[in-house]
């Protein structure tokens, strides 16, 4: 951020704030920006907030016993293609598929990619449980045990096959399997315990696929990467749609009905993006790491406001949302 001029100064003036003095942050904040309201393109101020968190999965670098579910690299043939370049109108557009003959076609949908070994040979490990993949592909990143050594490494988003995400709880509950309060993802993984041979049906209902690359896990404390490149912070940071919510600003979230307390109304900032974060007032809140954070962030599902932190007019040459 602090290469954007209208930033510039704000982030200077951060360099000098004690991180160990909670009033010299809260005048940091009330000194530089100014809060704007996020609305909705249709005008609502509020909007779905979800969790998510990286969980931690049992592997082998090699295929054999339990280790029957791959999670593949990013594949040598998959084409991304920026459209801004052609249209500066869809700028932060990527259009993703593979050549055949002189023409790009799409990529395979989770359907191909599974059922014809069409990756065979790009594995990066192979995990004990379909639908925990099925998950980690989810939340974007996660951890592997691996059964070798009983080395951990990180497994974090590399790329995505092109096809939108779809919610596999809402396929559950359009087709009367659940109702919308059964539909969390400890909801979801029950319905799968008790009908494995519909395993396959389901996850194929979203055709997205997320590939990963191996990242060493030098300091277990620290939270995987988001799309801003930056570690995540457990209870700080959010994902976004950086469409409507600059990524890197600082976002004060309100929830009215949290499912793990009475309210949860703080500052966080906008890490990270997702497949499923899709409208100006929606946030993904991050939970960090493991079984418990996973709990929580598996029964996050309520509405919210939100409003963004801008460098304050007047300090600095802000531009303020429309």
Not at 134 to 141: A, D, E, R, T
Not at 286 to 295: I, K, N, V
Not at 300 to 306: D, I, L, P, S, V
Request: net charge positive; glycine share 10%.
């Amino acid at each position: 951020m602090a290469k954007k001029p209208e930033w510039k100064e704000s982030c200077g003036a951060a360099q000098l704030v004690d991180p160990s003095d909670g009033a010299a942050i809260r005048q940091f904040f009330e000194t530089w920006f100014t809060p704007w309201q996020i609305f909705n393109p249709d005008g609502s101020e509020t909007g779905l907030v979800t969790g998510y968190y990286e969980p931690l999965l049992r592997g082998s670098r090699r295929r054999g016993g339990i280790f029957q579910t791959p999670l593949y690299k990013a594949p040598d043939d998959l084409l991304t293609v920026d459209l801004s370049s052609v249209y500066p109108e869809l700028k932060g557009m990527r259009l993703r598929g593979r050549l055949s003959g002189k023409k790009v076609v799409p990529y395979g949908a989770r359907a191909d990619i599974v059922e014809t070994g069409m990756l065979n040979g790009t594995e990066l490990v192979w995990v004990d449980n379909a639908i925990d993949a099925f998950f980690l592909q989810v939340q974007g990143s996660g951890r592997v045990q691996l059964a070798e050594a009983g080395e951990t490494i990180r497994v974090a988003y590399a790329d995505q096959n092109g096809f939108p995400y779809k919610s596999i709880g809402r396929y559950l509950v359009d087709r009367g399997e659940l109702t919308m309060d059964q539909a969390s993802a400890q909801g979801i993984k029950a319905w799968a315990a008790a009908h494995p041979g519909r395993l396959s049906e389901l996850l194929n209902a979203n055709p997205s696929y997320v590939f990963f690359r191996e990242e060493k896990l030098p300091d277990p404390s620290k939270g995987p990467k988001g799309a801003l490149g930056v570690p995540l912070t457990p209870l700080r940071s959010i994902a976004i749609d950086p469409k409507f919510v600059p990524l890197g600003a600082p976002v004060f979230l309100s929830t009215a009905a949290a499912t793990v307390e009475p309210t949860l109304q703080r500052l966080v900032m906008a890490q990270d993006t997702g497949g499923a974060i899709s409208n100006a007032v929606r946030a993904d809140f991050f939970w960090g790491f493991g079984a418990d954070a996973g709990e929580k962030a598996g029964r996050m599902k309520q509405r919210g406001t939100m409003w963004v932190l801008l460098p304050r007019p007047g300090t600095v040459a802000a531009k303020a949302p429309r």
